[in-house]
């Protein structure tokens, strides 16, 4: 199982103030995909990047997968409250058909403060 | 359903007592996952189903968890003889396909184990 580390696990800062969150493994990943959750919720997917070096925006947020495909970002621009919440990276296992599904990181807890 | 159902959404049992978890995925979903997401940490993968097979169950943390689905739709997790170490939020979710893109998450069953 490969391990996906994300950075920082907390991040306070008020609102229109800019970000970056962190996914960092040793390993490869054939994809990977940003999840973000809210209390009492399940994850929802916000983005999945498959080719190195991809850039993907979704509104104020920018996802970027890495040229070797080891590592990924979020930044969010001009924060808002309704940004606050858990975002999960989970990356797919570069084997050809992993058994294990995916496997994801522990989170970085965002709350942006009005 | 519109989306992935899970139930209880809430459940306090005494140590020792068994428990069932029930999802309900989204229609014409066939794989099915089970995760277990304890405070403060990320996803932890359980079990997956593809149709009704579970190819692999290594991720189960003993053998006190248990999982079926029938009729490739809804799933029960069993865990048997509960422990206070079981005490977390068990996410189902389901997809198209194994390893086909975004996952679907209900929300969760949050036990406790007193």
């Known amino acids: ?114 | 359903g519109a989306g992935v159902s899970q139930s209880p959404s809430n459940k306090v049992t005494e140590k020792g007592k068994d428990v069932e978890l029930r999802c309900d995925p989204i229609s014409g979903h066939t794989a099915l996952y089970w995760y277990r997401q304890s405070l403060g940490q990320g996803l932890e993968f359980l079990i997956y189903f593809q149709g009704n097979s579970a190819p692999d169950k290594s991720g189960l943390p003993s053998d006190r968890f248990s999982a079926e689905r029938t009729g490739g739709s809804v799933s029960t997790l069993t865990i048997q003889r509960t422990q206070q170490e079981d005490s977390a939020v068990y996410l189902c979710a389901s997809s198209l396909g194994w390893a086909t893109g975004e996952l679907f998450f209900g929300e969760g069953s949050r036990l406790t184990v007193l």
């Open chain 1, 1 to 114: 199982t490969q391990l996906l580390e994300q950075s920082p696990q907390f991040l306070s800062i008020q609102e229109g103030e800019n970000l970056t969150v962190y996914c960092n493994s040793s390993s490869v990943f054939s994809s990977l995909q940003w999840y973000r959750q809210e209390p009492g919720e399940g994850p929802v997917l916000l983005v999945t990047v498959v080719t190195g070096g991809e850039v993907k925006k979704l509104k104020r947020l920018t996802f970027q997968f890495g040229d070797a495909r080891k590592d990924s970002s979020l930044h969010i621009t001009a924060a808002q409250p309704g940004d606050t919440g858990l975002y999960l990276c989970a990356g797919d296992e570069y084997s050809g058909g992993g058994a294990d599904g995916l496997t994801f990181g522990k989170g970085t807890h965002l709350i942006i403060q009005p």
